[in-house]
């Protein structure tokens, strides 16, 4: 699976798990009360050889793929939940480090690359100004030639590491006139003459990591140190934060895990009314739908890493990972400190501090507006930036093929989205067919052998909605057939199958068919959800400039980008043989919603009257949620399935 970890990846992840909770994690709460920087940590976080992961060995790194990377990241904060050192962390390798691994000198990365990998040089990143934040490219810092050195004179604002660091990549004008054209990039070593930090800044949260102010004053930087090319700065700056984008957002994983297992947790043990507040539904709610922004959110940040591996351009799937996971991770905190009641509130649970350090996701490193204007403005031009790389040629082929020439799950979840994305109707039926098919033991067989074989199937969910039932013959139920109609009434949310066999049928495998119908509703409402972006795409064209429809579509494709990747994932585990069911009930409840909210978005763009198929939209958005069991009833089965895995 694309985005999935082998078992090497999966081992090592493990151990960084474990030594935050071993390491980093004892002493977070006072640390981050007295804003402490933990020096011992930092040094050993360096001898586990994270500090220069992604760094090739030649460099002092440990030579690991940026998938391994990511999720390295997330299983930091996972096991410490100490954001603090995990932002200066990202400062110091991603912010600091990747300018200095893609477009260092062979000298310079022999003086500091290697040095960064292992902790012994500390290291920060220099762009934002007082006057300077979302719009970098405004910096007042200067640098001039003069006697075969540069000169910088300025200063910068909130930088990471600023009180530690030992070293920063600064960027600083040769010519304002030029805005971005003139930005070079330097490295600047804390003893250089002129170079000061100002004062600490107090923080809401995050506090464990320092932050200040950089100061030049005359600031003598030697000509090996311009890093790059001189003019290239600010294209340097922006792949260095292209990359922090969706590292820090690893960390808001990791984060939301940390506060969904300690809820779980209090959830089972505080009791009131004579029983765990677990067992109360709102409570269960807010547990599902944190496992469902982390989920989502994993596969966000695993996608971008995947891609980088591949080595593909990723400034859209960064941002977008940037978009929901800081949202996701902003309202899991808060919904942390709210389960837990009054005890939330008081400084010694983490779920407090959380709240507190989560903000920062949707400020740092490009504030989500910015965010939501890139992928609006860049998918009003390139709608389809390689969203589907992950998936094989085949699979993607079986988007525009007859459904039964589908190769896999995936091909025909994806088929099945198609369909849905022009007709909803045709993808309903299309869906009954396809889950009946794919619960059958042999899928391969379906269709083939004697005569008809049993491609003519259908299905219905507990009674609620019954595409193709006119025409059903029988109805299966476990497996069993059921000839009598008065055993085809649904038990509660019971999944009950009608199939209409022409020929020999072969037996439903009942245990793959409650996977699979969710798995298969997840894709309808994916194609609902592409539907909708497709006519707010098209609406929007008629508006060029208008930022509020910009952030619009940023967010409908955002929603969109995390039911495709939960279908995909839920299409694979189920393909793989492996126990389905939570990931089809996380893709059908992210998919449900994401249709109803992306036709909303949709809506408020274009008009509910634009065209034909927005109207019937409005309506048929609401069938994946409608199909099978209530969404609600959803969300507590996966809230309770949460409480067995994590305990
Ligand atoms: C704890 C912390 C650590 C940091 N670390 C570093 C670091 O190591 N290095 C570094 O260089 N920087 C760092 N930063 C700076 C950070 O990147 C900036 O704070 C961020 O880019 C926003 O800039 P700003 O704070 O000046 O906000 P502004 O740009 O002034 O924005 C203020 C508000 O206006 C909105 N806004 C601005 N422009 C637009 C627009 N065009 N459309 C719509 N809304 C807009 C913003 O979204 C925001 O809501 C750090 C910041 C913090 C808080």
Avoid at 11 to 29: M, S
Wanted: glycine share 10%.
């Amino acid at each position: 699976m694309y985005f999935d970890l082998d078992d090497e990846q999966r081992a090592f992840v493990a151990t960084v798990e474990a030594f935050a909770a071993n390491e980093i994690a004892p002493g977070a709460i006072e640390r981050d009360r007295t804003g402490e920087w933990f020096v011992e940590g930092w040094l050993k976080m360096g001898q586990l050889g994270l500090l220069g992961l992604q760094f090739p060995e030649e460099y002092g790194g440990s030579g690991a793929s940026i998938l391994t990377t990511a999720a390295a990241f997330q299983a930091f904060t996972a096991g410490g939940a100490d954001a603090g050192i995990a932002l200066s962390w990202v400062a110091h390798s991603v912010l600091a480090g990747t300018p200095l691994w893609l477009f260092g000198s062979e000298d310079q990365k022999r003086r500091y690359l290697t040095r960064i990998a292992t902790g012994e040089l500390t290291a920060g990143y220099g762009l934002t100004e007082a006057g300077a934040g979302s719009d970098a490219a405004a910096l007042h810092t200067t640098a001039v030639q003069r006697d075969g050195c540069w000169l910088l004179n300025g200063s910068k604002m909130f930088i990471t590491n600023a009180p530690v660091g030992d070293m920063f990549v600064v960027f600083a004008s040769e010519d304002r006139s030029l805005g971005s054209r003139g930005i070079t990039a330097f490295i600047v070593e804390r003893g250089f003459p002129g170079f000061s930090s100002g004062r600490e800044l107090d923080k809401m949260g995050n506090r464990t990591s320092p932050t200040g102010e950089l100061i030049f004053q005359d600031c003598e930087v030697p000509p090996e140190n311009v890093l790059g090319k001189r003019r290239q700065g600010f294209a340097i700056a922006k792949v260095a934060l292209e990359w922090e984008r969706f590292l820090m957002m690893a960390h808001s994983v990791g984060t939301m895990q940390a506060v969904l297992r300690d809820c779980l947790r209090y959830a089972h043990e505080r009791r009131q009314f004579g029983k765990p507040i677990f067992e109360q539904p709102a409570i269960q709610a807010k547990l599902a739908d944190m496992r469902l922004s982390s989920a989502a959110g994993e596969l966000f940040v695993r996608r971008v890493a995947w891609l980088k591996d591949q080595q593909l351009p990723t400034p859209l799937e960064s941002s977008s990972c940037k978009i929901f996971c800081s949202a996701a991770v902003m309202h899991a905190a808060l919904q942390g400190v709210q389960v837990l009641g009054g005890y939330g509130y008081i400084r010694e649970n983490a779920v407090e501090r959380a709240m507190r350090d989560a903000k920062l996701a949707e400020i740092g490193g490009g504030t989500t507006e910015i965010q939501r204007q890139v992928v609006g403005r860049s998918i009003l031009h390139q709608p389809d930036q390689h969203w589907d790389r992950a998936y094989t040629p085949e699979q993607v082929a079986a988007r525009s093929r007859p459904l039964a020439e589908a190769p896999d799950l995936v091909g025909a979840t994806l088929a099945v989205a198609e369909l849905a994305r022009h007709s909803t109707s045709d993808a309903l039926a299309a869906m009954a067919d396809e889950t009946v098919r794919w619960s059958i033991p042999s899928p391969a067989a379906a269709g083939e052998g004697e005569g008809e074989g049993t491609r003519c199937a259908t299905f219905s969910f507990a009674g609620d909605l019954v595409p193709n039932a006119v025409d059903a013959k029988l109805l299966l139920k476990d497996g069993k057939l059921l000839t009598k109609p008065a055993e085809w009434t649904s038990e509660d949310g019971e999944l009950v199958a009608v199939v209409k066999i022409h020929g020999k049928g072969q037996p439903v495998n009942a245990p793959r068919l409650g996977p699979i119908a969710r798995l298969f509703n997840a894709a309808l409402a994916t194609g609902l959800a592409e539907a909708a972006l497709d006519e707010a795409l098209d609406a929007a064209r008629a508006m060029p400039d208008d930022q509020i429809v910009e952030f619009k579509l940023a967010d409908i494709r955002t929603r969109l980008d995390g039911a495709r990747m939960l279908t995909y994932k839920a299409a694979e585990l189920i393909q793989r043989g492996e126990d389905g069911l939570q990931a089809g009930r996380e893709a059908r409840i992210f998919a449900a919603e994401a249709a109803v909210f992306c036709t909303e978005q949709a809506v408020s763009i274009a008009g509910t009257f634009r065209t034909r198929r927005l109207r019937d939209l409005q309506r048929d958005c609401h069938i994946p949620a409608s199909l099978d069991v209530p969404l609600t009833a959803e969300r507590l089965a996966l809230a309770r399935s949460l409480a067995g895995d994590t305990l």
